[in-house]
């Protein structure tokens, strides 16, 4: 008996057939190789995942089972590289550079310091409607969701991003095609889109009747938009772990619809309304990947409940995804998106076998245990995610959730209901407003008295992002294994997951060169054994600037040279960086008192000899070589390593150390 289980155990698939988690895992490959593609960053990593996972789903091998796995993959895989090839296409498209007269209606908007950062949609040149959205920064604080403005403007274009420069990335998947400089503008009416309407009355509404920063709190929020809010308060909560409190996640979705669930609870019927609320709340957040995300899961856990089937949790993250993906294949390349639906395949691989570890624990409640295991898992899965995303990890971010999670639904849902008060009967705004503003306040209070800024950083993951996946993938409870190969499997590619961030950051005997490229400027860092120094242009902003080290050395800077015909507006720049020194090509007056600017045509750092040829371009001799530095674009001449955009955008190794493009 024992052996013909045994036996039946053996046969039994590595991973259990489900047809909707092959039609979505086929999707997302098609879009993911294709945007890789486009994008121009294929790397040979990219497709061990994809082998591993197949490899293992086709087991136990069987013509019917094989023809299906691999049918449905390619089927779907091709499906997902023609909608993200049709995407890219679209988004090339419309008119060139130039003038013209635009037309907008004012999508969503940020205001600070007097200005407002507004986002167009259904834009028109010279009265011909163009595809893509609009971004454009306008003198005024009045401007609001639902506005139709006009201008006359020189327009710029976005061209495709390079898969290492995260705004252009924003700029690609949010379809932003066109920007220009300030502009004078005049209101010409107003949207029919009472949705924009409701998202303006209700900005005014808080904005009256809160203190400034309660109110852009409030909005974030129940809408999402976080432009507003404190940039220090924002790096708390982001170090914190806490953003997705602000980004309308699937909590946000998932609370409201466990609430209107209740009020219709001895009504078999009552899972429609509760629908129709999430998707009304997600439609007034613009869509946003996670509300979508949210909105799918909850309607078919409503349709199974409502029909007395057993919710399959990895079939409705499959759906979702299928769902997010058809409507717009860019969504994959925000980071909203892989958290979302990576804290939600956390859960699944992980929830059920860490809740059973927590079990063991004597006298922990059993809704403690549910909940320990929900947080780790998402916590978990998550990692090299946030990691590649941010450049960095929170340490915080496990026992914060573990606070604010279970509090969140009762300070949702009063802000909510309370605005929503606010805005039915506006002379009593302020009255309904009092208790919000209450609870805001005394949040504000916590963040501030915390300090909540130590986070793992100053790492790249490289390949190792992808062995901790697969690790990942091996030792759930969804991958059937036995014990010790589980094991020992796992434990290789964690060793894996080790080596490759050791070679991807430790700096050997010589000098380490890590290059970056945005569509604002460029940026080079110098790494030796001890000492790390920066090389920018005039163009790059101190917000990229900050995202590139936060991610290569943890924004510990010694010297930062500005390499820039535009010397004054480098150097403004270099200021708000962390190096105590910064150097500089010409003498001219700046007027700094707080940040040491040394001017010279040589200087000498950390055992390297800078040499500047012109304001723009500089030579670096070390471990025997001369490197020549060009940001500004012109070609290389004789040097034994050359960095730049020169003429085809040449990078070649250094003798005695590395040079990669991150």
């Not at 550079?97 to 407002?116: C, P, W």
Request: aromatic share 12%.
């Amino acid at each position: 008996m024992e052996k013909c289980v045994e036996e039946k155990k053996r046969r039994l698939p590595r991973i259990n057939f489900r047809i909707l988690v092959f039609c979505a895992f086929g999707l997302v490959f098609g879009i993911f190789l294709c945007f890789r593609i486009t994008l121009g960053s294929v790397r040979p990593s990219d497709f061990l995942f994809c082998l591993i996972f197949l490899g293992f789903a086709l087991f136990p091998l069987s013509l019917r089972r094989v023809s299906l796995l691999l049918g449905l993959t390619l089927l779907f895989g091709g499906i997902g590289a023609g909608t993200a090839r049709l995407y890219t296409k679209r988004y090339l498209s419309g008119p060139e550079e130039g003038t013209y007269f635009v037309a907008g209606t004012v999508a969503s908007f940020t205001v600070e310091n007097g200005r407002s950062y507004v986002l167009l949609e259904s834009v028109s040149f010279d009265g011909a409607s163009v595809g893509g959205k609009f971004s454009v920064t306008v003198d005024s604080e009045l401007v609001r969701a639902g506005d139709i403005l006009a201008f006359e403007a020189k327009v710029k274009r976005y061209d495709l991003p390079m898969s290492e420069d995260s705004r252009a990335l924003y700029h690609f998947y949010r379809d932003i095609r066109y920007t220009c400089a300030d502009i004078s503008f005049e209101k010409t009416g107003t949207s029919g889109n009472f949705l924009l309407r409701i998202s303006s009355a209700l900005y005014d509404r808080l904005d009256g009747h809160m203190g400034s920063e309660e109110a852009q709190i409030a909005y974030a929020l129940l809408t999402g938009n976080s432009g507003g809010m404190d940039e220090g308060l924002l790096d708390e909560v982001r170090t914190g772990g806490i953003a997705h409190i602000f980004a309308v996640s699937g909590l946000h979705i998932g609370i409201l619809f466990g609430a209107v669930l209740l009020l219709f609870r001895k009504k078999r019927w009552g899972v429609f309304p509760a629908i129709a609320v999430i998707l009304f709340y997600s439609a007034l957040c613009a869509f946003t990947v996670s509300s979508v995300r949210a909105v799918v899961m909850c309607a078919v856990l409503g349709a199974y409940r409502a029909y007395g089937r057993k919710y399959d949790f990895l079939q409705s993250i499959s759906l979702a995804a299928i769902v997010v993906l058809l409507i717009d294949p860019a969504d994959f390349l925000s980071v909203g998106f892989r958290l979302s639906f990576g804290a939600c395949l956390g859960l699944a691989l992980f929830s059920g076998s860490l809740s059973r570890l927590f079990a063991k624990i004597p006298h922990l409640p059993r809704f403690l245990t549910s909940y320990l295991s929900a947080n780790l898992a998402v916590q978990l899965f998550t990692l090299p995610i946030l990691w590649e995303a941010f450049g960095f990890f929170s340490v915080w971010g496990f026992v914060l959730n573990l606070f604010l999670i279970p509090l969140l639904p009762v300070f949702f849902l009063t802000v909510l209901i309370f605005s929503v008060l606010a805005l039915i009967i506006p002379p009593a705004a302020g009255f309904f407003l009092v208790l919000p503003r209450g609870l805001l306040s005394l949040f504000l209070l916590v963040i501030s008295a915390g300090d909540f800024s130590f986070v793992l950083t100053g790492l790249s993951l490289g390949a190792g992002g992808t062995a901790y996946l697969i690790a990942s993938l091996i030792l759930s409870e969804r991958f059937r294994l036995r014990t010790v190969p589980r094991l020992g499997a796992a434990a290789g590619l964690l060793v894996v997951f080790a080596l490759c961030i050791a070679l991807e950051n430790i700096v050997p005997a010589g000098v380490r060169i890590d290059v970056y490229t945005s569509h604002t400027g460029s940026a080079a860092l110098v790494r030796t054994t001890n000492d790390r120094i920066l090389i920018l242009d005039g163009g790059i902003g101190v917000r990229d600037s900050r995202d590139f080290l936060a991610r290569t050395c943890d924004e510990r800077l010694d010297a930062v040279f500005v390499l820039s015909e535009e010397e004054l507006s480098g150097i403004n720049r270099a200021v708000y960086l962390s190096a105590e020194k910064v150097y500089a090509y010409e003498e001219i007056p700046t007027g700094l008192m707080q940040k040491e600017v040394t001017f010279g045509k040589t200087q000498i750092v950390a055992g390297m000899k800078f040499c500047y040829e012109t304001r723009s371009k500089l030579t670096i001799e070390v471990c025997g070589a001369v490197i020549e530095v060009d940001l500004e674009g012109e070609e290389a001449l004789g040097a034994d390593l050359f960095i730049g955009g020169g003429q085809g955008g040449l990078k070649y190794f250094l003798r005695s150390g590395i040079i990669k493009t991150i």
